[in-house]
């Protein structure tokens, strides 16, 4: 499942060189990809059998920035090949910015996917929600595991004037009512 939304950030006149006034929209995404840990257990509806129809949507729609959870390193690669420009030509060179909620790079990430032909990266980062923000791995409350949020400062591609955003990626624990609300 995902959620489409238009940023209004990016919602504002552009003035061209014939001064003509064009609108500008940009499509930004939340989309739970679904763990890939779990495969053994999900059957038809792995990640072997959805990644290909994700791809494609991705490539289809073309968001500028989509903010996933659950995902894992075998899934981003398999989306974007690491982070590399390894896409045909009609397909959007994705890149991303993340780091695993276990601070080992084995687990969960929710990173933030960019579209680096029309945004520019201008700073990003990871939290862990807890008592211990900057220590990676780091549980409090009541939560069942680690929680992140990744964040990241994006301005559209040679628009000096066009506004920096900030957009942010997370995933609230599941269990813990506690750390749900201090998250």
Not at 28 to 37: G, H, I, Y
Not at 62 to 84: F, H, K, S, Y
Not at 125 to 130: D, F, K, R
């Amino acid at each position: 499942m995902f959620l489409c939304v238009r940023s209004l950030g990016f919602i504002r006149p552009f003035i061209d060189s014939s001064s003509k006034v064009r609108l500008c929209h940009t499509e930004v995404w939340t989309f739970n990809l679904r763990t890939s840990a779990r495969e053994d257990h999900d059957g038809k509806d792995g990640w072997k059998h959805r990644k290909q129809g994700v791809k494609r949507l991705l490539h289809m729609r073309r968001p500028a920035v989509v903010l996933a959870q659950e995902a894992r390193l075998d899934m981003i690669n398999d989306l974007v090949g690491g982070g590399t420009d390894d896409f045909d030509d009609d397909e959007a060179p994705y890149l991303y910015v993340g780091e695993c909620r276990d601070g080992d790079g084995n687990g969960e990430l929710c990173p933030v996917f960019y579209d680096s032909e029309i945004l520019e990266h201008h700073g990003s980062g990871t939290i862990w929600l807890s008592e211990s923000p900057s220590e990676k791995g780091s549980l409090s409350w009541d939560a069942k595991c680690p929680r992140v949020a990744t964040w990241a400062w994006l301005r559209r591609r040679g628009k000096a004037d066009s506004p920096t955003m900030a957009f942010v990626s997370t995933h609230f624990d599941h269990v813990g009512v506690e750390a749900r609300r201090q998250s």
